[in-house]
T-cell receptor, first 113, second 115 residues
């Protein structure tokens, strides 16, 4: 039962353009969503998060959009840079205080010069 | 501020053995969570410890256990290792002030290979 899904295993974008990574979820109890970036042989690095009471959160080149009715979130990276090439995971947690994250399968983003 | 540290970084064991992995959280963080990453299953939650108590557990067999010490450091143990336990084991820490959504910060992981 995959509660968080990232349907695109990979994405290739030209440097300077916008990268859009998508994530869908099925559990309506999720109230907090995060995006992590992961390089090989390293742990995931936190990028940006959003609470279910918001529909947008921005941090520099990174913006996360949340559409609760569609149970969909997306991460926009503008402009894309070569250093953004990595695997991106979306994660979600359920209200209740426990620090359990449910992760998607990840999307490998490649930025082409 | 130092990040989350995990030791050892790499480990090779044989089937039937047991293994203990260690995690030191960011200073001041009180919650430690463990995750298993495999190519087939992705990142899966193992358990979370707060104030030396396990307060959440994922769907893993009893061979997987853990504990947390009074200084918030945590250990994870896997007994009777199976080939399928080969994975990257990640530890994450958070402040755990309670009641609010908090960001978890991950360590570099321990790569376990079971032969």
């Amino acid at each position: 039962d995959q509660q968080v899904k990232q349907n695109s295993p990979s994405l290739s974008v030209q440097e300077g353009r916008i990268s859009i990574l998508n994530c869908d979820y099925t559990n309506s109890m999720f109230d907090y969503f995060l995006w992590y970036k992961k390089y090989p042989a390293e742990g995931p690095t936190f990028l940006i998060s959003i609470s279910s009471i918001k529909d947008k959160n921005e941090d520099g080149r990174f913006t996360v959009f949340l559409n609760k009715s569609a149970k969909h979130l997306s991460l926009h990276i503008v402009p894309s840079q070569p250093g953004d090439s990595a695997v991106y995971f979306c994660a979600a947690s359920v209200e209740g205080g426990a620090q359990k994250l449910v992760f998607g399968q990840g999307t490998r983003l490649t930025i082409n010069p | 501020k130092a990040g989350v540290t995990q030791t050892p970084r790499y480990l090779i064991k044989t089937r039937g053995q047991q293994v203990t992995l260690s995690c030191s959280p960011i200073s001041g963080h009180r919650s430690v969570s463990w995750y298993q990453q495999t190519p087939g299953q992705g990142l899966q939650f193992l358990f979370e410890y707060f104030s030396e108590t396990q307060r959440n557990k994922g769907n893993f067999p009893g061979r997987f256990s853990g504990r947390q010490f009074s200084n918030s450091r945590s250990e994870m143990n896997v007994s009777t290792l199976e080939l399928g336990d080969s994975a990257l084991y990640l530890c994450a820490s958070s402040l755990a002030l309670g009641g609010t959504r908090e960001t978890q910060y991950f360590g570099p992981g321990t790569r376990l290979l079971v032969l």
